[in-house]
């Protein structure tokens, strides 16, 4: 059975920081690009940063750019997503996503919500 299970999420004040995990399960982890999303209230959901599989070459999204950043363990099938400098913007729900595209494979967690509020 397919899992991916995050953790790390709150309430945090501006300024502060925040680590994610999403431990997966089920499936072979290292041969999956794994990815970062999040969804605000009333937006669609959006891509904030990914690691691939092979070379661990990550790309982010402009607005977080120099403050999150994302990494994996291979030896214990996690991924994580460290934000720092939170801002009120990054509210959201956040969401592990694990791709294997040449195989049309996605997996999505059940998202974990991040408040960043004073």
């Known amino acids: 059975q397919v899992q991916l299970v995050e953790s790390g999420g709150g309430l945090v004040q501006p300024g502060g920081s925040l680590r994610l995990s999403c431990a997966a399960s089920?499936?072979?982890?290292?041969?999956?690009?794994m990815s970062w999303y999040r969804q605000a209230p009333g937006k669609e959901r959006a891509l904030v940063a990914r690691?691939?599989?092979?070379?661990?070459?990550?790309n982010y999204a402009e607005s977080v750019k120099g403050r999150f950043t994302i990494s994996r363990d291979n030896a214990k099938n996690t991924a994580y997503l460290q934000m720092n400098s939170l801002k009120s913007e990054d509210t959201a729900v956040y969401y592990c996503?694990?791709?294997?595209?040449?195989?049309?494979?996605?997996?999505w967690g059940q998202g974990t919500q991040v408040t960043v509020s004073s």
């Open positions: 996503n694990a791709q294997r595209a040449s195989r049309g494979i996605t997996y």
């Open positions: 690691i691939t599989s092979i070379g661990g070459i990550t």
């Open positions: 089920g499936f072979t982890f290292s041969t999956f690009t």
